[in-house]
Nanobody
């Protein structure tokens, strides 16, 4: 089962940007569609974005459209989530996982995630 590792989270002020990275642990991402998910304190995990294996087809949650961009570099075996104009409501632990795309499923498997905190 493909296991992914997230990085790039941190503390940022409202309006700021972060880029998250997702890499596999011991496998290749080439043939997988990958999604980003997040779980805010006291809330259920929700889908944020996904990208097909060829990098052409993507999908976004309405709450992040126009602010977040998902991309992948198969040569570097990495999927990215560029997050711009971050807002306090984006505060969450962000996870990446293999998933169908454009209709994602939150079945995991889940890693430790990377925490994003948006606060002034």
């Amino acid at each position: 089962q493909l296991q992914l590792v997230e990085s790039g989270g941190g503390l940022v002020q409202p309006g700021g940007s972060l880029r998250l990275s997702c890499v596999p642990s011991g496998d290749s991402l080439d043939h997988y569609s990958v999604g980003w998910f997040r779980q805010a304190p006291g809330k259920e995990r929700e889908g944020v974005s996904c990208i097909r294996s060829n990098g052409i087809r993507t999908n976004y949650a309405d709450s992040v459209k126009g602010r977040f961009t998902i991309s992948r570099d198969n040569a570097k075996n990495t999927v990215y989530l560029q997050m711009n104009n971050l807002q306090p409501d984006d505060t969450a632990v962000y996870y990446c996982a293999p998933t169908p795309c454009p209709v994602w499923s939150d079945l995991g498997p889940w890693g430790q995630g990377t925490r994003v905190t948006v606060s002034s």
